[in-house]
Nanobody, 121 residues
Framework: QVQLVESGGGLVQAGGSLRLSCAASGSILSIYVMGWHRQAPGKQRELVATITSGGRTNYADSVKDRFTISRDNAKNTVSLQMNSLKFEDTAVYYC???????????????WGRGTQVTVSS
């Protein structure tokens, strides 16, 4: 089993910044892709950004040039630096990790419980 715990959410004014962090723990053998998704009220969950173990990144068009994803492979952590926040960035942000585990043996995509980001206009 793998546990993902997010932190860093909160309330910020439009134009401000927040940094989200996520730590993975448990019976981890390796983590391939880590990422952030978000879900606003009444909307489907959408991809925000992903990063591979080799550092290759991918961003949603709506956050390019404003958000930066990074990870520490040794610590099994992933972060999301969010700058120039907009009202429409308001959502619950979820961390996920495509992980191979030794107990149980296998590979699954694990999710955190989410952290609320609220941007006031």
């Amino acid at each position: 089993q793998v546990q993902l715990v997010e932190s860093g959410g909160g309330l910020v004014q439009a134009g401000g910044s927040l940094r989200l962090s996520c730590a993975a723990s448990g019976s981890i053998l390796s983590i391939y892709v880590m990422g952030w998704h978000r879900q606003a009220p009444g909307k489907q969950r959408e991809l925000v950004a992903t990063i591979t173990s080799g550092g290759r990144t991918n961003y949603a068009d709506s956050v390019k040039d404003r958000f930066t994803i990074s990870r520490d492979n040794a610590k099994n952590t992933v972060s999301l630096q969010m700058n120039s926040l907009k009202f429409e960035d308001t959502a619950v942000y979820y961390c996920n990790a495509d992980t191979t585990t030794f107990q149980p043996i296998g590979r699954s995509n694990y999710w955190g419980r989410g952290t609320q980001v609220t941007v006031s206009s």
